[in-house]
């Protein structure tokens, strides 16, 4: 990973990226110390953030279930380069289930990582950014917040409520100088979209027929972030962002 070469547009900011060790969360971390921030990157994968800190990153055990390991990530941030003012909710799990057979457990766990997650995290930093007059804070959810997803509800069910917790925490948190903005990729080539969930998917004749006919790459998302997490984006929040190569702009004929 190359270091920024100027101020960049996050030079000042410094940011908690949680699932953070690979796929969008990396690129993420990796595109805003390009453009001059701070970063700690959390992570329930031990081994991949060992490979996140031999590359010159700041790393840290995170289970966004847990409101310790939020405050832990936190004072690790505060003791390496200062307050967070900005936070990227990323961490997240995709649980299959049909709706006729689920016990509800996928439920469970998928709202109890995608939404409760986010919901600590933002508890976490709302001190530090308030009491350094504002920040910007990133949940990232996914196209399926806003079209159903056969097979896969649990996780559909969550990025929508992501999406509204978003704009919840934004008219919460607008006072205090935060802006809360939810992330929505389409298709990405992370090790998520590439798993067993997806065998017998045919993903080369899905993306083939978007206006732009490919799968996302995770550095396409990361751009769309520092958008957010800018001075850029300062008059953005409580909004949704759409990242997905036309996927949404109408039906596939």
């Known amino acids: 990973m190359e270091a920024a070469t100027g101020p960049g547009r996050l030079a000042g900011r410094i940011a908690i990226v949680s699932g ?8 993420i971390a990796e595109r805003f110390v390009q453009e001059g921030a701070k970063v700690v990157v959390g992570d329930l994968l031990d081994d991949e953030l060992k490979q996140v800190e031999a590359d010159g990153l700041v790393a840290e055990h995170l289970d966004v279930r847990e409101r310790s390991d939020w405050k832990r990530v936190v004072d690790r941030c505060i003791a390496e380069f200062g307050p967070p003012n900005v936070l990227v909710n990323n961490a997240g799990v995709m649980l299959a289930a049909g709706i006729a057979d689920t016990d509800g457990s996928e439920f469970r766990n998928s709202f109890d990582v995608n939404v409760l997650g986010a919901v600590f995290g933002l508890q976490a930093v709302i001190p530090s950014m308030r009491d350094g007059g504002g920040g910007s804070a990133i949940i990232v959810s996914s196209t399926a917040a806003v079209v159903g997803a056969a097979g896969l509800a649990p996780y559909a069910a969550s990025k929508a409520a992501n999406m509204s917790l978003a704009k919840s925490a934004a008219l919460e948190l607008g006072p205090l100088g935060i802006r809360v903005n939810s992330l929505h990729p389409g298709g990405v080539e992370t090790p998520m979209s590439q798993g067993p969930l997806f065998d017998g998917f045919d993903q080369d004749a899905f993306y083939s027929r978007l206006p732009i006919p490919r799968i996302a790459q995770p ?5 769309a972030a520092v958008f957010l997490a800018s001075d850029d984006g300062g008059f953005a929040t409580g909004s949704a962002f759409f990242v997905d190569g036309g996927q949404l702009a109408g039906p596939l004929l």
């Open 20 to 27: 953070g060790a690979r796929g969008i969360g990396r690129a």
């Open 219 to 223: 550095a396409e998302i990361a751009g």
